[in-house]
């Protein structure tokens, strides 16, 4: 007691300087307090973080797929699973230290195309490379996903060495197929050739004896013969067709195309038939701005063919209706509709969903009473997909059909147009003949060339064969400027080819060389074909077997424009 009294009645400066030391050891003792307690917290977040690792490590490193988690701040695998350690080879402790020991054990550079692909990534998606290994026959699928924060990258890797052998085994299998597609191809498109040399004569010789026997009994037989003969070259040609779109080898011609003038021609081609038969028949264009646009017309026309010549065959009594619409015009395309309406047998419903496969007819009774080679519909539906449109078919057994034709195509230009106009609008030369002309002919087959001279000398021309495209050079170069009117070129000859004979022509040092009209006879039939000849410097081509009265007025036609 008296201590404190002492205490309290210490002088003024002695009191204060005790309160404060008194503060102090407190504030220090709290200190004191809070550093134990933070050291603590530290130690057991240490201890709980070191657990949480090893649980991690424990939960990482017992999944059974090769991985591993990369942790970016100081390019160090943190973790890795047994699995990643067996195919590799390597411990936790070899990876940590050597990055490289990875890479040393993939193929030749592939470990450092990895990494240097790997650094250059930016981290979003998943970063896949396939790798192979260099102790171990099989393939695999490195595959890299960053984590949401950014920390960390998870190699992970697929065994897809079965997925590769059958992904061979399937290129394989497709490249047979493609090398068989191209062998009977070109099989097909060398038989067209030797198949239409010779029908060439055929028809060329029916030609002669028809002109002949004029008034004859026998006159009906050529007739008939000349039917046939044209029956056989369709078929020729529906299969030839068929192999080249199957081939992908069918190039379509962009051109202007007069919608209306190809309405008026499908009406000019049925009608009278049709009518014949006691229906009604009509083309009707409805709702058009439009008149041209950009295409293969002879690929149209041949589709629009096969519709009509089905409905006049199934059609005994109602109409068939051609309707042409368009659709919708947005910049420099327009969409049209092409419709082909008959009041027909029509078709099961179960037969439209085998409709355009290749040979197939409704039934054997179909076949055999209205013949073909089931391959029209094939084709047709085919050459509409290569021009970007589609086809729909409504029918119903006694009702008849529709089919109907979706297409969207460029406008022509007005420049385009205008020439197409210009070039249509002009009536074709029936009034030319060959007489007076001289004609240079490049022919090896020495039926057709007869048969040529035979036909050609009626008409009044006189004709000089050449054996092919060597003899042909020779023989323009030795002549006179002016001699000859035109040249008509076979394609495929010995020693020198139609094409190459044209471009050595056309280089030659003489005015006429440059402007003397050369147009191909060639069993070679297809757009790629003309484009060819027209590239070679030709002026025109003309397909065999020759349609010489075809022939006569288009080359009428060109000379009349030059």
């Given at each position: 007691m008296s201590a404190m009294v002492s205490f309290f009645q210490l002088p003024g400066t002695y009191h204060i300087q005790a309160v404060l030391l008194l503060l102090e050891l407190f504030f220090a003792f709290q200190l004191l307090l809070w550093q134990i307690r933070l050291k603590r917290k530290k130690q057991n977040l240490a201890e709980k973080s070191k657990n949480r690792n090893l649980f991690y490590q424990m939960y990482f490193t017992e999944l059974q797929t090769p991985q591993f988690l990369f942790r970016r701040k100081d390019q160090n695998p943190v973790y890795q699973t047994n699995a990643f350690s067996e195919l590799f080879g390597l411990s936790a402790t070899q990876f940590q230290t050597d990055l490289l020991s990875f890479s040393n054990r993939l193929v030749k550079e592939q470990g450092r195309k990895f990494w240097k692909q790997y650094q250059q990534w930016d981290g979003n998606g998943v970063y896949e490379q396939e790798l192979a290994l260099s102790e171990t026959p099989n393939w695999y699928r490195l595959?890299?996903?960053?984590?949401?924060?950014?920390?960390?990258?998870?190699?992970?890797?697929?065994?897809?060495?079965?997925?590769?052998?059958?992904?061979?085994e399937l290129t394989e299998r497709l490249n047979d197929a493609a090398e068989s597609s191209r062998s009977k191809t070109a099989f097909l498109s060398k038989m067209s050739h030797e198949i239409r040399t010779p029908m060439n004569g055929i028809i060329g010789m029916l030609t002669l004896a028809h002109a002949q026997l004029h008034g004859h009994v026998a006159e009906s037989y050529i007739s008939k013969?000349?039917?046939?003969s044209a029956?056989?070259?369709s078929v020729l040609n529906d299969i030839l067709d068929m192999s080249r779109i199957e081939a992908g080898k069918v190039e379509l011609a962009q051109k202007p195309i007069d919608l209306t003038a190809l309405a008026e021609k499908l009406r000019d081609l049925f009608q009278k038939n049709v009518e014949a038969k006691g229906i009604a028949f009509s083309v009707e264009m409805q709702d058009f701005d439009v008149r041209y646009v950009i295409g293969d017309e002879l690929r149209l026309s041949q589709v629009l063919v096969n519709f009509l010549s089905n409905a006049q065959k199934f059609t005994s009594q109602g109409e068939i209706k051609v309707i042409f619409r368009q659709l919708l015009r947005e910049a420099d395309k327009v969409s049209i509709m092409i419709r082909v309406h008959d009041t027909g047998a029509g078709m099961d419903p179960n037969f439209l969903n085998r409709i355009f496969l290749p040979f197939e007819q409704e039934s054997a009774d179909t076949a055999k009473?209205?013949?073909?080679?089931g391959l029209g519909m094939a084709i047709?539906?085919?050459l509409v997909r290569l021009m970007g449109?589609?086809?729909?078919?409504?029918?119903?057994?006694g009702k008849g059909s529709d089919f109907t034709v979706y297409l969207t195509l460029p406008i022509a230009s007005e420049e385009e147009a205008a020439l197409d106009s210009d070039e249509k609008t002009m009536e074709p030369d029936a009034e030319f003949t060959y007489a007076g002309c001289h004609i240079l002919m490049a022919e090896d087959n020495e039926i057709n060339a007869e048969i040529a001279v035979s036909i050609l000398e009626e008409a009044g021309a006189t004709v000089d064969v050449a054996e092919n495209g060597q003899v042909v050079q020779e023989m323009f170069a030795e002549k006179p400027e002016g001699t000859y009117n035109f040249i008509l070129m076979d394609i495929q000859m010995p020693l020198v080819d139609g094409r190459t004979a044209a471009r050595q022509i056309r280089a030659m040092n003489r005015p006429?060389?440059?402007?003397?009209?050369?147009?191909?006879?060639?069993?070679?039939?297809?757009?790629e074909d003309q484009r060819r000849s027209l590239e070679s410097g030709m002026n025109g081509h003309f397909s065999k077997p020759i349609d010489f009265e075809k022939m006569r007025i288009e080359i009428g036609n060109y000379l009349r424009r030059r």
């Open positions: 595959s890299v996903k960053r984590s949401e924060d950014g920390l960390y990258d998870l190699f992970q890797f697929t065994d897809i060495t079965k997925e590769r052998e059958e992904k061979a013969a000349e039917n046939l029956y056989l070259l009473q209205h013949g073909g080679s047709t539906d085919n449109g589609e086809i729909v078919v409504e029918s119903m057994p006429d060389a440059q402007t003397i009209p050369i147009f191909a006879l060639s069993a070679d039939a297809f757009v």
